[in-house]
């Protein structure tokens, strides 16, 4: 599974994808997982099944949902588990997003 | 406090400019050309330590002086002529946005900014005062910028209506490639946008007497500029972001769109003085803004850590402060403020709007009683704090960014005890409760 995240200049998602893989990687997954800038969301169009944004971006969640057109489940990350880098509460989420498509 | 329809009335904003096509791509072509600036920045850093024979290398080696055209040529080439590579990018982020051909909508906006800008200038040699070809150095760099974005927007839309009439198309026989049909097919809105263009803007010069780029200078981006840079003008922009901030909502990408351009013309501003033998004195730049006005993450955070490692006795803010420290040297605030957390936060709202209007009002003073120089090295995201201060405005700007730290975390304290007190209250409370039980 492919998880991209997406932020303003991608730094701050990045000290969450870094977690993000060590959940995954204790939970024996082998997930792709990585951090854009919110410019290069629609570059990476089919690279990703799941898109996360930092919900210091939430409002272009319409916007990107727009241009996601329905092919890719997207959702704001949960603020705390966002705050708190805690990243097998923010794989879940990705997981759980992917699952019910 | 903040009701919810200010929430809501915050949020629209918010959802508003990004989805925006005009100033989502002038917000996307900035982030493209940021690296640029910075590097053209760097020119003059570069100029001054290594072929200055006053302040570089070339004290004791003389030769390095003769780089110093190299890297004039580089501030040249990146801030010098800023409104081209700009106008392309918009024109190229508009065009993705209509789904038009991208690289024929860029060439087709610079080609028309560059159909209205003079193509003479006036220079004066041995005083004998005449006409040269040329172009005015005003209409290609910084002050291009407002009338290049305006002209993008209005070009844009008309080679885009133009390219879907399908009247005006030419035929091609399937067998021939696509490439070779959309060129055609853009042949005739390409030379009507142009001629439309380079007509408007001689007409527009026959009826006033100035050339367009010159009248959008003075009626739109100079006053904008006075604004951007006046005290009152910048609290105002630093305070609204932080509203958003507030909300949870990233401030500096909002107010972006327009922040952004203003900061490239800022710095291009101090660059050309310094150029020019005067001492630079706009004070706002992207530099001024990473160290003074979002030190330690918007908001002032890294303060707030050190406010939470001093006096907080709450376990859950001690670790999230922990987490929060390492990013917030590199002025990444979100584990704190999402952590915390900070937004909608009654407790800490007072200091988390204010603070940055405060650190960057001391930054202000001290630039006004000339302690510390307006910056001509631009800082990027992601330098950490006491070296960003220190490459962007020397040791005096080190110095500033300490004091505007340290009255944050004064700031700071008297809210950390009162979460304190907050959470004794809390503790009490369960406390009582347990007993009726």
């Not at chain 1, 990107?64 to 794989?91: E, H, N």
């Not at chain 2, 005009?22 to 290594?50: C, E, H, Q, R, W």
């Not at chain 2, 005739?188 to 010069?205: E, K, Q, Y």
């Not at chain 2, 932080?242 to 990233?250: K, R, Y």
Request: net charge neutral; glycine share 8%; proline share 5%.
């Amino acid at each position: 599974m492919n998880i991209m995240l997406a932020c303003c200049a991608g730094m701050s998602t990045n000290l969450v994808v870094s977690k993000m893989e060590e959940a995954a990687k204790a939970q024996g997954k082998v997930y792709k997982i990585w951090a854009v800038d919110q410019t290069k969301i629609e570059a990476e169009l089919g690279n990703f099944d799941v898109l996360l944004l930092g919900p210091q971006v939430r409002h272009m969640l319409r916007r990107v949902t727009k241009i996601l057109d329905g092919q890719v489940p997207v959702d704001v990350i949960d603020s705390v588990s966002y705050g708190r880098c805690d990243g097998a509460a923010v794989l879940e989420q990705a997981e759980k997003l992917v699952n019910k498509k | 406090m903040f009701s919810k329809k200010f929430e809501d009335t915050l949020m629209i904003i918010a959802e508003k400019v990004d989805e925006n096509k005009y100033l989502n791509s002038v917000k996307d072509s900035f982030t493209v050309f940021m690296p640029f600036v910075i590097a053209g920045s760097f020119a003059v850093l570069l100029n001054s330590v290594l072929c200055s024979p006053k302040t570089g290398l070339a004290q004791w080696i003389p030769w390095l002086s003769n780089l110093s055209v190299a890297f004039t040529a580089m501030n040249f080439a990146t801030l010098g002529i800023m409104s081209i590579p700009v106008i392309f990018l918009i024109a190229m982020n508009l065009a993705k946005h209509d789904k038009n051909p991208e690289y024929i909508t860029g060439v087709v906006a610079v080609a028309s900014y560059c159909s209205v800008i003079p193509e003479v200038v006036t220079i004066t040699v041995d005083s004998v005062t005449g006409k040269a070809a040329g172009i005015p150095s005003a209409a290609l760099g910084a002050q291009g910028l407002f009338v290049g974005m305006l002209l993008t927007i209005v070009i844009v839309r008309l080679f885009s209506k133009l390219t879907k009439i399908n009247a005006i198309k030419i035929k091609m026989p399937p067998s021939v490639p696509v490439g070779i049909t959309t060129s055609f097919n853009t042949l005739i809105p390409i030379m009507v946008t142009l001629v439309t263009a380079s007509v408007a803007g001689a007409l527009f010069h026959l009826a006033t007497g100035v050339y367009i780029n010159e009248f959008v200078y003075q009626v739109l981006q100079a006053p904008l500029e006075i604004v951007f840079q006046s005290p009152a003008g910048i609290l105002a922009i630093v305070i609204f972001s932080q509203l958003f901030w507030f909300l949870g909502i990233h401030g500096g990408l909002v107010i972006s769109p327009i922040r952004n351009p203003l900061m490239a013309v800022a710095i291009a501003a101090n660059i050309a003085a310094a150029a020019n033998g005067q001492v630079p004195d706009q004070a706002v730049t992207y530099g001024f803004w990473m160290n003074f006005v979002v030190a330690g993450g918007a908001g002032m955070i890294f303060s707030l850590i050190l406010a939470i490692f001093m006096f907080s006795k709450r376990e859950d803010h001690r670790m999230i402060a922990k987490l929060g420290l390492g990013p917030a040297i590199f002025n990444i605030s979100e584990p704190v403020v999402f952590g915390l957390p900070l937004v909608l936060n009654p407790t800490f709202a007072i200091p988390f709007i204010f603070n940055s209007g405060i650190a960057c009002a001391i930054a202000l003073f001290f630039t006004k009683i000339g302690f510390m120089p307006c910056n001509i090295v631009d800082v990027p995201f992601g330098v950490p704090l006491i070296l960003g201060a220190f490459i962007g405005h020397g040791w005096q700007g080190t110095i500033v960014q300490i004091i505007s730290i340290a009255v944050a975390v004064v700031t700071w304290i008297p809210f950390v005890l009162m979460a304190n007190k907050e959470a004794e209250k809390e503790v009490m409370k369960k406390a009582a409760e347990a007993e009726e039980v």
